[in-house]
């Protein structure tokens, strides 16, 4: 389903033509915040470049956000590798700066946490890092408690920030 939204915005899931564009927006945005590859976080991930197929899989949703036909942002939910079943993760949250402030992430981790009540997970989980202090503050606006400890095996070393909220 294809959401509009002001200022020429649209929220609709991810297709396979959106893969090379949503990776930059994660490239770009990883860059502007000094999160490298090297370090362990989303950057590094070997299936960056094919999020159409790795969302397709059984559990998993991605969504685009379009401003004016461009690719601006993403965000999806997935079962967490390694971990108990009733267990999802908020992924792959990246907005360019021209879309931040609108409400979109509230809006998309929103719709990500009701379908991953529809698929029958009980838990969300998600990895960050301190110096993404706005998405922290929202993550915790939205019910998000922090932990101590890393869940799952996601493979993100240096997101130090580790929060779970029940569903």
Same mark, same amino acid.
């Given at each position: 389903?294809?959401?509009?939204?002001?200022?020429?915005?649209?929220?609709?899931?991810?297709?396979?033509?959106?893969?090379?564009?949503?990776?930059?927006?994660?490239?770009?945005?990883?860059?502007?915040?000094?999160?490298?590859?090297?370090?362990?976080?989303?950057?590094?991930?070997?299936?960056?470049?094919?999020?159409?197929?790795?969302?397709?899989?059984?559990?998993?949703?991605?969504?685009?956000?379009?401003?004016?036909?461009? !690719?601006? &942002?993403? /965000?999806?939910?997935?079962? %967490? #590798?390694?971990? =108990?079943?009733?267990?999802?993760?908020? *992924?792959?949250?990246?907005?360019?700066?021209? !879309?931040? &402030?609108? /409400?979109?992430?509230?809006? %998309? #981790?929103?719709? =990500?946490?009701?379908?991953?009540?529809? *698929?029958?997970?009980?838990?969300?989980?998600?990895?960050?890092?301190?110096?993404?202090?706005?998405?922290?503050?929202?993550?915790?606006?939205?019910?998000?408690?922090?932990?101590?400890?890393?869940?799952?095996?996601?493979?993100?070393?240096?997101?130090?920030?580790?929060?779970?909220?029940?569903?």
């Amino acid at each position: 389903m294809t959401t509009a939204t002001p200022l020429n915005l649209q929220v609709r899931p991810i297709v396979a033509a959106d893969n090379p564009l949503i990776a930059q927006v994660i490239r770009d945005v990883s860059a502007e915040f000094g999160l490298t590859a090297d370090k362990g976080y989303t950057v590094s991930d070997p299936n960056l470049d094919r999020l159409f197929e790795l969302y397709s899989e059984m559990n998993s949703a991605y969504w685009i956000v379009e401003h004016e036909g461009l !690719v601006v &942002g993403g /965000g999806g939910v997935a079962p %967490l #590798a390694c971990s =108990a079943p009733d267990i999802c993760e908020l *992924q792959k949250m990246y907005f360019l700066p021209q !879309v931040r &402030g609108l /409400g979109l992430a509230r809006a %998309l #981790a929103l719709r =990500a946490m009701e379908y991953a009540r529809q *698929q029958g997970f009980r838990r969300c989980y998600l990895e960050t890092t301190g110096s993404l202090t706005r998405a922290i503050k929202l993550y915790e606006s939205l019910g998000f408690e922090l932990i101590d400890s890393a869940m799952g095996c996601t493979g993100h070393g240096d997101c130090e920030v580790r929060m779970l909220k029940v569903l």
